[in-house]
């Protein structure tokens, strides 16, 4: 049984703080099937590549351990790594790393992949013949995988690993390596945990909980007092009954309609056809996902396919015309891929509506920081973990002794969530999902997107168009033309609201599985 007490990692490792602790003996197993892991297996895993169905003993594991499961397509490590916790328990207590490394042994497996990171794929070959550990780090595929993103922007098509597609691409002049090299007595946590992160599949725990409020068939009167006023997030049922994208939208459709053209995943163009082949294949700690803000530009059937959920036509950027920011945009992604966690763009609130598959949500409200994230004193960067599942291993736990926990959900295909202005969000597909999401700035928060558009900053803080500086004063003109008086209207009914004292939203949230308690994102 694997659990976050059973690894031993280095404490100060770059971008992975609070990594795994403590140790077990050679093997390891996975257990616990979640109820989403419908014809997954669980199995046991020897950490130098075999499995094995033997009794075994372990070592620091107590009451309290939660097995973690495996995909059902996970194979161990492809080259043998293993955890540095495994080094302790092995009679030669020789780390070939280190042998292979000289006098590089020293440095960080973070920095000696920084540097790796600087050279060609045929300079990588080169290097891997020097050692068995020169061979496991040049082998690590984010580096052949940022090989194939530099170099084909216009797309690529995956051929069971990046390194395979790199060499494929590009028919450079030497041939691969073998693959199935493996290096019995290679111990590193960073490596280990970057193939652990890609093959675990969710925990039950991280899914169970469900506090959201959820309605059907509300009025558009109703969910703006009850929801869009008060900035409060609903996920809404029902309301994408009548979409053709509903009854379309699968693989072979999608792949018909959109033909040639190619759409953004990550700083590539693929064609759909293409980007299903990658996601198929793929099992990495941060898939590529598929988000495009012009996808109707490029194929308007698909703008056909859909349309806005009543709640949200009212949006104020549309007086902008073409200049308005970059608003919609159509998701596609395997399991495992998602976002991490983010505040929308320009201060605007958004809605996301799943036509495929189904996605767990977390949400902070605005005045909630969630753990492990770190955002600049400007809001214009923000420090997180290297990858969704890492944020969920080592951080979640966290939120269940906090006064104010995260609002949760799973949206399935036919729902929609509303995501209020400001609100921090994580998203992470647990299955082959599709689905389209709009950000929209209504009279709820229109002041709030000015007062963001004229911070000194905005050049920094604002996305999705080339204008940032002259954006506020743009739009701005724009309402005032449009909707004569409409701000001084908003801004007198903010000052009166200021001196309403109301009741915390956090007092009024309730836990749909466990009664009635407090939340106090």
């Not at 041939?175 to 675990?200: E, K, M, P």
């Not at 929609?416 to 647990?430: A, D, E, M, Q, S």
Request: with cysteine; net charge neutral; glycine share 6%.
């Amino acid at each position: 049984m694997l659990s976050t007490r059973n690894l031993l990692l280095r404490p100060k490792l770059k971008n992975r703080k609070q990594a795994l602790k403590t140790v077990s003996r050679r093997r390891n197993s996975f257990a616990k099937k979640s109820k989403y892991e419908s014809g997954k297996r669980a199995v046991r895993i020897d950490f130098t590549g075999e499995e094995d169905e033997e009794k075994h003993e372990q070592v620091g594991v107590d009451e309290e351990d939660v097995a973690f499961s495996l995909k059902g397509s996970a194979r161990s490590h492809s080259h043998g790594v293993q955890p540095l916790g495994n080094l302790y328990f092995t009679p030669s207590s020789v780390n070939s790393r280190d042998v292979g490394l000289g006098n590089l042994k020293t440095l960080t497996d973070e920095l000696i992949l920084d540097v790796l990171g600087l050279l060609s794929g045929a300079e990588l070959r080169i290097l891997s013949t020097v050692s068995k550990s020169f061979y496991v780090f040049c082998s690590h595929e984010p580096l052949w995988r940022n090989l194939v993103l530099d170099m084909h922007k216009n797309g690529f098509i995956f051929n069971s690993s990046w390194k395979n597609t790199y060499i494929t691409a590009y028919n450079n002049p030497f041939t691969a390596v073998n693959s199935g090299i493996r290096v019995r007595d290679f111990y590193s946590d960073y490596l280990f945990q970057s193939w652990l992160c890609a093959n675990l599949e969710m925990k039950p725990e991280w899914l169970d909980r469900d506090n959201i409020v959820r309605k059907r068939g509300i009025s558009v009167d109703e969910f703006v007092l009850n929801f869009e006023e008060p900035n409060k997030p609903v996920l809404l049922e029902g309301c994408l009954d009548n979409w053709p994208a509903m009854r379309n939208w699968d693989r072979d459709y999608l792949i018909r309609v959109c033909g040639e053209a190619r759409f953004s995943a990550g700083p590539v163009e693929m064609k759909l056809e293409d980007y299903f082949r990658y996601s198929d294949q793929v099992r990495e700690e941060r898939p590529l996902y598929l988000f495009d803000p012009k996808f109707i530009d490029k194929v308007p059937q698909l703008g056909e396919d859909y349309e806005v959920p009543s709640y949200f036509d009212e949006d104020l950027f549309g007086v902008l015309g073409k200049d308005r920011p970059d608003y919609r945009w159509i998701i596609i992604g395997p399991a495992g891929s998602g976002s991490s966690f983010h505040i929308d763009p320009n201060s605007t609130s958004a809605w996301n509506a799943v036509i495929r598959g189904s996605k767990k949500w977390i949400l902070f409200p605005p005045d909630v920081v969630p753990p492990g994230v770190h955002p600049s004193p400007d809001g214009a960067e923000v420090a997180c973990p290297v990858s969704i599942i890492e944020w969920f291993m080592n951080f979640y736990g966290a939120t269940k002794s906090w006064k104010k926990r995260p609002i949760e959900c799973i949206c399935r295909a036919g729902e929609v969530i509303f995501v209020p202005n400001g609100w921090w969000h994580l998203v992470i597909n647990l299955e082959d999902s599709v689905a389209i999401t709009q950000n929209f700035v209504s009279r709820r928060n229109l002041l709030n997107v000015l007062d963001f558009l004229k911070q000194p900053n905005a050049s920094a803080l604002v996305s999705g168009t080339r204008d940032r500086v002259n954006l506020h004063d743009k739009f701005k003109n724009a309402i005032e033309t449009a909707f004569p008086g409409t701000l001084d209207e908003l801004m007198q009914k903010a000052m009166e609201k200021k001196k309403k004292q109301q009741l915390s939203y956090w007092d009024s949230v309730t836990d749909s599985k466990v009664g009635a308690f407090k939340f106090s994102f």
